[in-house]
């Protein structure tokens, strides 16, 4: 005789009898933050759920939940690379951040930021005071490095002067804080050359871990004019760009533009952000990648968000 069993975290199960392995359908929920913008530029705001189609690997997929993602309140972290090659930057780095917490945080908005060179320090948690972030960036300045640590049992290459390890900044800077922040917009802006020698994560684990946390990342690079041909700044130049696009962020070089302009877009980015959610057709948790593409009906715009994510 067959008999319908119970509900198992919202899935019918059944079986004939107790030695008749369960049966399981699940559905996985994908989440996906991103923006929209005009062929010159400019961020479209005010489309609604029916101005989009999404695919998963080339199958339409019926969107679950539409929002716009300004309603939400934003976390968000500040990457700062005080490594060797960067020390010469950090005044101005403050003096950057300054300005743009004026812009982008509001009372319901928390900041963290991180000092990373070999070791990862966290020299404010969270906060929507940006004279506590300051402080805090001030106090590493002057040579306080009291300040908790993230991941400081793992083994990182030592580097003669310092390491750099921006991969694991980012990482840990989303396992340990930013995946804890459900129901609000996550992102990360990075502070740095771009440059890694140190980390015990790459390039992609970084990646995968913004995907898997629908984190955006933003990178603004600063550099001198005599180190822009170098291999180590190319490489810098790429991981950065790659990043970016990855996650749906994007990338600024501070040697050749306005910093201020560069804050001014992110601000403007968190401000113009949508999010849609879908019960993929993918039903197996095999850890396989799928390709996600957003479009809008309106063939004229172009839709910046994370490319896909993994099936865990």
Known sequence: ????????????????????????????????????????GTLVTGLNRDDFHITEDGVPQTIAFFGKEAELPLTLGLIVDASDSQSKFYKRHRKDIEKFLKTVVGPQDQVFSIC?????????????????????????????????????????????????????????????????AQGRRRALVLFTDGEENASAHDLLDAIDAARENDTLVFAIRYTDQKETHTPHARQGVAALHHLAVETGGADFDALHMDVSEAFGQIAENLR????????????????SFHRVQITTVDGDYTVRARTGYYAR
Do not use: W
């Open 116 to 180: 990373f060179g070999d070791h990862l320090r966290l020299t404010n948690d969270d906060t929507a005071s940006a004279a506590t972030v300051l402080d805090g960036l001030q106090k590493f300045d002057k040579g306080d490095r009291d300040f908790p640590e993230l991941a400081a049992e793992d083994k990182r290459e030592d580097q003669s002067g310092g390491g750099t390890a921006l991969y694991d900044a980012i990482y840990y800077s989303i396992e340990q804080k930013l995946a804890q």
């Open 1 to 40: 005789m067959c008999l319908l069993g119970s509900t198992v975290g919202g899935t019918a199960v059944l079986a004939q009898d107790l030695q008749t392995p369960l049966v399981r359908s699940e559905t996985h929920l994908v989440n996906i933050t991103f923006s929209v913008r005009k062929a010159d």
């Open 272 to 287: 113009s952000l949508y999010s849609i959610a879908y019960h993929s057709t993918h039903r197996q948790r095999d850890g």
